[in-house]
């Protein structure tokens, strides 16, 4: 595609109506006005525009004047794009129901302003720095039927923009991960909003202000909520959690970095339903608490426990022995696990196919052995930082595994842990999970 030229767009497709041009760099504003010359593609209901940052405003322009039916745009990773960019587009096209724009970090509430003018279902945006809570105003008044809201890590929206949207009746995923003014002053009014009773789902990471408050009126209000997201939010307690336990809907949580114990792990385990759970960095989880949420769950697929250094064998026993569903695992950061938790998760989850062991130090070539016997489905395994595993074993029990990441060098200091498994007393706090 890196090839592609503007003379390629002189053939007709009149009847296209699906186009991605993403990350294409040959061809220019000009090219762009040929989809609308002649017959041209004046049929075109998707366009994806994704790293085309030659484009200009007058290329933006081009496209309106021939494809004024364009419903879903794609325009991701393109610094280059600002507000005039959207605004030309927009003099023509509005029909569009669906915008992503992901990684650029120039459009402002002047955007919003411009789409006001389409009947938006859809918005996606990340990683700005510009958009305040006068665009959620634009969204509550002139976008009444939107159902899919993703604004994060955009550092200005506040409380009083999830307020605003409030009214709506038809949001179905909010996503504000990483928008840290956040706090119950929104969470709260916006699920005892009009939408609250539908939601599905819910994304609140590194939501740093908000507490158990907002975690018990979800519980309360969201009937409908199937994923919840409370990454480092790190006020949540088990108070929070508990209130949790009553929702039969939830069925994917990541609570990974709160102050969840194992009586909060005990109540989510009455759900019964959940698919997928992630505890990573939860100091105060141990094989207990592991133990009663196995107990009450049979359903369970994805289970993500890193960085908990309590855990031993008997937490991913318990796993094996009620979850026999598991298809992806990740007890990376477990210094206490050894050969026998991978023995367990052999014998009885033959649908396992993502294991991350990264830094269980204690695990030798008998942990691949018993891999390659049980796990027949297994496609990534990743094995960094054990130290007791040989490469030659690696070569010869992973060969045909889709993917596998191994090395034997000591565990990283920011692993919290030494050589042996010893608790280091200066740790630095890991911010990256495996998907």
């Known amino acids: ?75 991701n990773k393109m610094p280059t794009l600002t507000d005039r960019c ?67 890590d955009c550092q200005k929206i506040t409380d009083a923009g999830l307020e605003m949207i409030s009214p709506l009746k038809h949001i179905l995923v909010l996503n504000v991960a990483d928008c840290i003014r956040i706090s119950d002053g929104g969470v709260r009014p916006f699920v005892q909003g009009s939408s609250g009773a539908k939601l599905r789902e819910l994304n609140l990471t590194n939501c740093i202000r908000v507490t158990d408050a907002s975690v018990t009126e979800i519980a309360q209000r969201c009937h409908e909520l199937t994923y919840l997201n409370l990454r480092y939010c790190e006020n949540v307690t088990d108070a929070g959690i508990e209130a949790l336990g009553n929702m039969s809907s939830l069925i994917s949580i990541d609570l990974s970095g709160t102050s969840i114990s194992d009586m909060g792990l ?73 050969d026998t938790c991978i023995q367990y998760l052999a014998a009885a989850c033959h649908y396992l196919h993502f294991l991350d062991v990264s830094g269980c130090i204690h695990l030798t070539d008998k942990a691949l052995k018993y891999l390659w016997k049980g796990c027949k489905q297994l496609q990534i395994l990743k094995m960094l930082y054990c130290r007791n595993i040989t490469k030659q074993a690696v070569s010869k029990y992973t060969a045909k595994l889709e993917k596998q990441e191994h090395n034997d060098a000591d565990p990283p200091s920011w692993l919290g842990y030494d050589q042996d498994g010893n608790i280091l007393t200066f740790t630095k706090k890991h911010t990256s999970e495996p998907k």
Do not use: W
């Open 266 to 338: 005990k109540a989510l385990g009455r759900l019964g339903k959940i698919k997928e759970l992630s505890i990573s960095e939860c100091k105060n989880i141990s094989d207990t608490g592991i133990q009663e949420f196995c107990k009450g769950t049979k359903y369970l697929e994805h289970c993500y426990v890193s960085y908990c250094p309590q855990l031993t064998d008997e937490a991913v026993k318990t796993m094996a022995c009620h979850c026999h569903r598991l298809t992806s695992v990740s007890v990376a950061g477990c210094p206490k696990m050894t």
């Open 86 to 152: 959207i605004q030309a587009l927009v003099e023509k096209c509005q029909q569009i129901v669906s915008v992503v724009f992901l990684d650029s970090p120039h459009l402002s509430d002047t955007t919003f302003k411009a789409l006001a003018e389409c009947k938006l279902v859809k918005v996606s945006i990340e990683g700005n720095s510009e958009i305040t809570d006068l665009s959620f105003k634009f969204m509550s008044k002139c976008c009444p039927y939107i159902r899919h809201i993703h604004m994060a």
């Open 1 to 75: 595609c890196s090839h592609l030229s503007s003379k390629c767009l002189l053939f007709s497709f009149p009847n296209l109506q699906y186009l991605s041009l993403a990350h294409c760099r040959k061809f220019t504003d000009k090219g762009l006005l040929y989809l609308g010359a002649g017959k041209g593609c004046h049929k075109l209901i998707y366009l994806d525009l994704s790293g085309c940052i030659q484009i200009s405003v007058d290329g933006f322009r081009n496209i309106a004047r021939g494809c004024s039916g364009i419903q879903d745009l794609l325009i």
